[in-house]
């Protein structure tokens, strides 16, 4: 989370109804959708909204973790880490692999010839973090989400809004199972397939005989009517040709 104080007032208000939109069970959801879509390398976050948060946005892991450092004369060790700062952090003292960004590795992942994001770089400083989300945004948009559909930078980095970012994934999962193009990678029932347009073409006859028919938003010439009733004013005839 950043830096910053407490909400009071109106803001701690609003906050808190933002909050509740949160779906706890949609976050279970995604992640296990991300690990199936992006390998088992970009780990697990830690239980709970931050924990998620801090995954999505540098990487970060809280599961215990095995490497195999080589400490020369061909002696490997396995050294046990349990994170609870960022990868980068880790990666830095001990020289491993950089771990992957989450939403960059994700939204690669779906395309199937060159890779929207080509360089991923994983960093601890803040803008590089923001920079990456930023890059994710705009690729998600060329993917093909609605702008309504898309969260802020500061949504995901500030944890202003996290229910946006689930919806955000929400929506690029439900384009990857309508797309069909083999890149999703987990279970189509995850997600909703969205409706697609089914053009149709007409000849040019049978746009011409459409001309000739009275749609029903006009009025119809069928059924009951008022032909044959006493015009409006008059009094009503009753006659009784039967006495």
């Keep these: 989370m950043a830096n910053k104080g407490p909400s009071y007032g109106l803001s701690r208000e609003v906050q808190s109804k933002i909050d509740k939109k949160y779906d706890q069970d949609l976050e279970e959801r995604l992640t296990e959708w991300i690990i199936a879509q992006c390998g088992a390398g970009v780990g697990q976050p830690e239980a709970g909204k931050t924990g998620w948060q801090n995954w999505l946005k540098d990487g970060c892991v809280s599961a215990s ?18 994170l609870s700062a960022s990868l980068a952090q880790v990666v830095n003292t001990l020289s491993l692999s950089p771990p992957l ?5 994700l939204i690669n992942s779906l395309s199937s010839g060159n890779k929207p994001i080509r360089k991923i770089q994983s960093s601890g400083m803040a ?9 994710f945004l705009n690729a998600a948009e060329k993917y093909g989400i609605t702008k ?15 229910a946006a970012v ?16 083999g890149t999703y990678r987990g279970d189509p029932n995850w997600f909703h397939k969205k409706s697609m347009e089914n053009r149709r073409d007409f000849s040019e006859d049978q746009l011409n005989e459409g001309k000739s028919v ?4 006009m009025g119809t010439n069928k059924g009951a009517s008022q032909a044959g009733m006493t015009g409006y004013g008059r009094p009503r005839q009753i006659l009784n040709n039967n006495p």
């Design 214 to 217: 009275i749609g029903l938003q």
């Design 148 to 162: 309504t559909d898309m969260f802020q930078t500061v949504d995901l980095w500030e944890g202003k809004d996290l």
């Design 166 to 181: 689930q919806r955000t994934l929400m929506a690029l999962g439900n384009l990857a199972v309508t797309r069909d193009d």
């Design 101 to 105: 960004q989450v939403l960059c590795e």
């Design 65 to 82: 973790f095995s490497y195999l450092v080589d400490v020369g004369g061909g002696v490997e060790v396995a050294v046990c880490l349990n």
């Design 127 to 135: 803008f590089k973090q923001m920079e990456q989300i930023s890059q």
